[in-house]
């Protein structure tokens, strides 16, 4: 069965360092992956996404990820960690199901930045 | 602006009472999604439509309903069945079946 595990439910750092959050999936087909990020009492917002081609993606807010399939893996990273990066990231990745593209999402990593 | 909009942002519901939650978008999109969220977990699908009339369900239907008479709009309906709404509800849509979900801002849903 097709899953999704990212690896710390909570991170913490501080300001200037930097962030990486880990995502691994299963899955005998390959997939489409996908970072977002929520803030309190708000919808997901994309980060960026892996469908095909380059396997170093970058996304919006100066983050990247890159896709690894010999280690399935779809890690999260940014340089240097700001304060309003401060909320909770979700991986998701994409299957298909049925006819259409079922979206499966980890439990979520919150991240915390301090000063 | 072209967006997903959810409505109202916090809802209260009573025993036995069925609600509905809203959810509206102008991105021209064909499919939609219903999610629920609860803490310390990710988005669980209830139900998504693909087209105008036509949706199925999701991992967690059960207590839920929904129609897409428009194309614009998939309301959701907590049903008295629905043992324990209590969760933040997510709604969104995609151009199509390879493109990434595009999600409204959520409505909370609580027991009184």
């Known amino acids: 069965a097709q899953s999704v595990t990212q690896l710390g439910s909570h991170v913490s750092v501080s300001e200037g360092a930097l962030v990486l959050l880990r995502c691994n999936y299963s899955s005998s087909v390959p997939p489409y992956l996908f970072w977002y990020v929520q803030y309190p009492n708000q919808g997901l917002q994309l980060l960026l996404k892996?469908?095909?081609?380059?396997?170093l993606v970058k996304g919006i807010n100066g983050f990247e990820a890159e896709f690894k399939k010999s280690e399935t893996s779809f890690h999260l990273t940014k340089p240097s960690a700001h304060m309003s990066d401060a909320a909770e990231y979700f991986c998701?990745?994409?299957?298909?199901?049925?006819?259409?593209?079922?979206?499966?999402f980890g439990a979520g990593t919150r991240l915390a930045v301090h000063p | 602006d072209g967006g997903i909009t959810q409505s109202p942002k916090y809802l209260f519901r009573k025993e036995g009472q069925n609600v509905t939650l809203s959810c509206e978008q102008n991105?021209?999109?064909?499919?939609m999604y219903w999610y629920r969220q609860d803490p310390g977990q990710g988005l669980r699908l209830i139900y998504y439509?693909?087209?105008?009339?036509?949706?199925q369900k999701g991992d967690i239907a059960e207590g839920y309903s929904v129609s897409r008479e428009k194309k614009e709009s998939f309301p959701l309906t907590v049903t008295s069945a629905q043992k324990n709404p209590t969760a933040f509800y997510l709604c969104a849509s995609s151009a199509d079946r390879n493109q990434p979900q595009h999600f409204g801002d959520g409505t909370r849903l609580s027991i009184l």
């Open positions: 998701a990745v994409s299957f298909p199901s049925g006819g259409y593209n079922k979206l499966i």
């Open positions: 991105l021209n999109h064909d499919a």
């Open positions: 892996y469908t095909t081609g380059a396997t």
């Open positions: 439509s693909q087209i105008v009339n036509d949706f």
